[in-house]
Structure formats: C-alpha cells, structure tokens
C-alpha cells in the first residue's frame, strides 16, 4: 500500500504543479482535515480547516502570491506518508524562515488524500509519518 501511497501523492503534486487543480482535487477526500500552521506567527498553535474546499482556496491564495510548490521529496510510512516540498519565495510571507521547504503529513484511504498535517520540521513531520 505504501508505494501506492506514493504514487498517488506524486500524482496529485504532478496535477498540481501543471496548474490542474480540478485533477489535483480528484485526489482528495470531500470531508479533507488539514492542520496547518499560519506562517505569520513566530510559534503557532494548529489549526484545522475542513473540506476540499478550504485547501482550492488556500491554493488559489498561494496561487495569486505566485507561489507554487515544487515535490522534493515523498516517503512512505505504514499508513501515512511525508512530504518534502519547496516553495520558492515562500520565506517572504513567514515570521519563521524554514529555507523555503514545507513539511506535512498525508493520511490516504481508499485512494484519496483524507488529512494533511503541516509540521515545524523534518524531524515532526518524520515522527508524525511514524518513519524512523
């Protein structure tokens, strides 16, 4: 399951990356949980949007930013899977400068993305994962 895992968040990045958002959404779950961190506070607490809906949003936000996320790196935990991106010029907008990478946690079932977890770091987001 978890080179299917793989392949799916790749997919889901590819679709992405060609500004495919309508694909790229086929790959998440309606009722999507995503803990994110707001990165204009120095040390913030997570916080949870809900939907399918809340992430087009917060992308198309990125979007009109210039922003857009390039796949560094995905590795496959038991159930979940973590993920290595980096997003050019993202710094800019973040009290906490993290050399422009993000971190975060999907949990996928049935084929579909069902949560997301930002994380501080590598060392979070491999804990989070379950990944040693």
């Avoid at 992405?16 to 913030?44: C, H, N």
């Avoid at 949870?48 to 995905?74: I, M, N, P, S, Y």
Wanted: glycine content about 6%; proline content about 4%; aromatic content about 6%.
């Amino acid at each position: 399951m978890s080179n299917e895992n793989v392949d799916l968040i790749r997919r889901a990045y590819e679709a992405y990356s060609r500004g495919d958002m309508a694909t790229m959404l086929q790959f998440v779950d309606p009722d999507l949980e995503w803990t994110y961190l707001d990165p204009i506070i120095k040390d913030p607490e997570p916080q949870v949007c809900h939907g399918r809906h809340e992430l087009e949003t917060a992308l198309k936000r990125q979007a009109e930013r210039g922003l857009r996320a390039e796949l560094e790196e995905v590795v496959a935990g038991d159930e979940r899977v973590m993920v290595v991106t980096r997003t050019p010029g993202v710094d800019s907008f973040r009290v906490r400068k993290a050399d422009d990478r993000n971190f975060a946690v999907f949990s996928l079932r049935d084929g579909r993305i069902v949560s997301m977890r930002d994380c501080r770091d590598r060392q979070e987001a491999l804990a989070a994962a379950g990944i040693e």
